[in-house]
């Protein structure tokens, strides 16, 4: 069972909004928010934002209603880009050919749309290269649409891979500009970059996660999920608990079985995380599909208890599994 606390999302979003002063603040919200539900987050925070930015046409036309702009951040193909222009979302144009579909799209329709320009300052995901700003150009002079921004994304969290790739951000837009003679909206940090230094902020920052309370120890978390105690029993050293032997009980203890498992988004990866039953933290010895087992020594947990499995202090996350699957997928 999972609990959406939208006060949290609201008090998270006035911090970014006062931690970016002049900035302007793009609320992503992008895969369902988060896993927090796009539209609830979207009609809570709409007036304490500047845009939203989403993944997909699909989930820009869920928050239309409310007026808000809205980036969508992934390329699109014919079908949607038809959608997307007929209802002037801004559009992300990362390469030639996502270039050609837009401005093929637009003349037909005879309208012209917003875009924003994507460079690929490291990551190797999406994005236009430096080397290719020259032939850009050309195209964009001949296209029919309205750059309005330009924008990449930081690959890591630390201040050299930042700075590395601001400073190769920067250059790109700045030539970009020169040559469009334009001012465009630049933006690359992300909720990471934003809380690490305002030299990342430039003219807006696309904040996700912190939205959700991860970044600081100023945020709320506002996502809590929990499950029950379905069975306790008695064990003694030495038995097996969970499938393929991986966890032998190292002596006599209890065995709390939760009623989530890798079906509601529990990663079996995630065994020896510590979940929390009453006040007390417990590790999980195994993950099957719709249960889980939890070591509880001689605690006095019984059926019928609540464990909570994110929230309140509570975050199973490693180096495998990260905070964002989690938000996603864990209900």
């Given at each position: 069972m999972q609990v959406i606390d939208f006060d949290a999302i609201e008090k998270n979003t006035q911090y970014f909004k006062q931690k970016l002063g002049g900035s302007k603040l793009c609320a992503v919200l992008k895969?369902?928010?988060?896993?927090?539900?796009?539209?609830?987050?979207?009609?809570?925070?709409?007036?304490?934002?500047?845009?939203?930015?989403?993944?997909?046409?699909?989930?820009?036309?869920?928050?239309?209603?409310?007026?808000?702009?809205?980036?969508?951040?992934?390329?699109?193909?014919?079908?949607?880009?038809?959608?997307?222009?007929?209802?002037?979302?801004?559009?992300t144009v990362d390469s030639f050919e996502t270039l050609k579909i837009v401005d093929e799209e637009a003349r037909r329709l005879k309208i012209t749309p917003r875009v924003h320009i994507k460079f690929d300052s490291g990551m190797s995901r999406l994005g236009f290269q430096e080397n290719q700003i020259q032939q850009l150009v050309e195209s964009l002079q001949r296209a029919q649409f309205q750059v309005e921004g330009t924008f990449?994304?930081?690959?890591?969290?630390?201040?050299?891979?930042?700075?590395?790739?601001?400073?190769?951000?920067?250059?790109?837009?700045?030539?970009?500009?020169g040559a469009l003679n334009r001012r465009l909206i630049k933006h690359i940090a992300n909720t990471g970059a934003t809380l690490l230094s305002p030299k990342y902020h430039l003219d807006m920052a696309r904040v996700g996660l912190g939205l959700f309370?991860?970044?600081?120890?100023?945020?709320?978390?506002?996502?809590?999920?929990?499950?029950?105690?379905?069975?306790?029993?008695?064990?003694?050293?030495?038995?097996?608990?969970?499938?393929?032997?991986?966890?032998?009980?190292?002596?006599?203890?209890?065995?709390?079985?939760?009623?989530?498992?890798?079906?509601?988004?529990?990663?079996?990866?995630?065994?020896?995380?510590?979940?929390?039953?009453?006040?007390?933290?417990?590790?999980?010895?195994?993950?099957?599909?719709?249960?889980?087992?939890?070591?509880?020594?001689?605690?006095?947990?019984?059926?019928?208890?609540?464990?909570?499995?994110l929230g309140n202090g509570v975050n199973i996350a490693n180096d495998e599994v990260i905070i964002y699957e989690l938000l996603c997928n864990l209900k």
């Open positions: 895969n369902d928010a988060y896993g927090h539900g796009l539209v609830h987050v979207a009609r809570r925070i709409a007036e304490l934002v500047d845009c939203f930015a989403v993944s997909y046409v699909d989930e820009a036309e869920q928050i239309q209603f409310l007026n808000k702009n809205t980036l969508v951040l992934l390329p699109q193909n014919r079908r949607n880009t038809e959608r997307a222009i007929k209802s002037n979302f801004i559009l990449s994304h930081f690959y890591g969290d630390s201040v050299a891979d930042c700075d590395r790739q601001l400073e190769y951000f920067n250059n790109c837009a700045n030539e970009l500009e309370g991860y970044g600081n120890e100023n945020l709320q978390s506002a996502k809590s999920v929990y499950a029950d105690v379905i069975s306790v029993k008695y064990v003694e050293a030495g038995c097996v608990a969970g499938y393929g032997a991986i966890y032998a009980c190292k002596q006599a203890t209890q065995i709390a079985v939760l009623n989530v498992g890798y079906a509601t988004g529990l990663p079996r990866t995630l065994r020896g995380g510590k979940i929390k039953i009453g006040e007390r933290f417990f590790p999980i010895v195994a993950i099957c599909m719709a249960m889980s087992l939890i070591d509880v020594g001689n605690a006095d947990v019984k059926v019928g208890d609540v464990a909570t499995l």
